[in-house]
């Protein structure tokens, strides 16, 4: 069912996401320094509700995909800290495919994603954008004025700020991506990441990148 995403108020946001909250307050801090299981590769691959936004070489012998919430602090603290050095030392450098997949935790995250959807091939900047300036909309009285002044940043005028939050068909593709990471895979919190299939939820720090990438391809 669609949801009025306008309607969204801070207090709003705490009642209807409760379910979500609970999921997030269990999240671990730290990842996993070992997997917690595997899953096929060619069904985690296989064509979503949306398309995947690529990161990095598309035959790269490592291919991480992360299922994040834009409204989740360890979500923002990832991409905060250790993004940056996964993207120089292993996505630039070929050794490493990266994939962001939508799993918002409540309907503020999913109006996040909604409109990151909307940059098109931009929508990995728009995300990194809103994960940096998350305490600006995500925690604040007023969450959608919030959003809308972030996204007023990256061009995104409040007309079409609205109508984006109306699009069904766009709001559904993203509950479709998040429905089938919890049926097919598991997923029940942010972040979890899937390295070539194997599954580790919580943060991943530097180190626990280094460990995990060196595993998966070993130096020649």
């Known amino acids: 069912m669609f949801l009025p995403l306008f309607a969204i108020t801070r207090r709003r946001l705490i009642a209807v996401a409760a379910g979500g909250a609970l999921a997030l307050a269990l999240t671990p801090a730290m990842a996993e320094k070992a ?75 999913t109006a996040a994603f909604m409109l990151a959807r909307e940059m098109g091939e931009k929508r990995d900047a728009m995300v990194d954008l809103l994960f940096a300036q998350q305490k600006n909309w995500a925690f604040v009285d007023q969450p959608l004025d919030g959003l809308a002044n972030v996204l007023k940043q990256a061009g995104l005028g409040q007309e079409k700020f609205e109508a984006v939050l109306k699009d069904q068909d766009l709001y559904k593709k993203i509950t479709d991506v998040r429905a089938r990471a919890a049926e097919k895979f598991g997923v029940n919190s942010t972040p979890t990441f899937f390295v070539n299939g194997e599954k580790y939820t919580g943060e991943l720090s530097v180190a626990d990148l280094d460990k995990i990438v060196a595993a998966k391809a070993p130096a020649k």
């Open 35 to 109: 997997g917690s299981g595997s899953v096929s590769t060619t069904e985690l691959m296989a064509p979503n509700a949306l398309p995947d936004i690529v990161e990095g070489d598309a035959n790269a012998p490592v291919t991480i995909v992360e299922y994040a919430s834009m409204t989740c602090s360890h979500c923002a603290a990832f991409h905060r800290d250790v993004y940056p050095t996964l993207k120089k030392n292993y996505i630039d450098t070929g050794k490493v495919k990266f994939i962001l997949r939508e799993f918002p935790l409540d309907p503020l995250a």
